[in-house]
């Protein structure tokens, strides 16, 4: 590696397999160069950068970002459940099975049995 290049990481991810790769590029190579570069495109033939989102260290950046020495460059599969929606039914569903209050949503206060004080 020469003082005009940077080591960066790739990495990517499905539910069966992951990959984190190491690449060396010239300074000024862009985030989408990086990731072309590192190969991982062949690896995993599902990547299409046009539609998929990218990341450094967890923040999108867009693929003309320019990454710095030692980053971490990610990319995104699309989620599969919206979260807002995900945690609405396990509200609803804690509140259908009595462990949240039907009104305020919080934690259902227990509730004594007369016969057992």
């Keep these: 590696m020469t003082d005009q290049q940077i080591s960066l990481e ?3 991810g499905t ?3 992951q990959a984190l790769l190491e690449v060396v590029v ?3 190579a862009t985030v989408e160069q990086a990731i072309l570069a590192s ?5 995993f033939p599902d990547i299409n950068l046009e539609v998929l989102k990218v990341g450094i260290w967890n923040r999108t ?3 003309t970002d320019l990454p710095k020495k030692g980053d ?3 990319i995104y599969r699309p989620l599969i459940a919206d979260p807002k929606e995900a945690r609405r039914r396990r509200a609803e569903k804690a509140k259908d099975e009595g462990r949240a ?3 305020t949503g919080g934690r259902a206060k227990a509730t004594v049995n ?3 004080s």
């Design 10 to 12: 790739v990495a990517y």
């Design 15 to 17: 539910p069966k397999k």
């Design 26 to 28: 010239e300074k000024g």
């Design 39 to 43: 190969g991982i495109v062949k690896r």
């Design 61 to 63: 950046c867009k693929l």
């Design 72 to 74: 971490r460059i990610e």
């Design 101 to 103: 209050n039907r009104v």
């Design 114 to 116: 007369p016969s057992e």
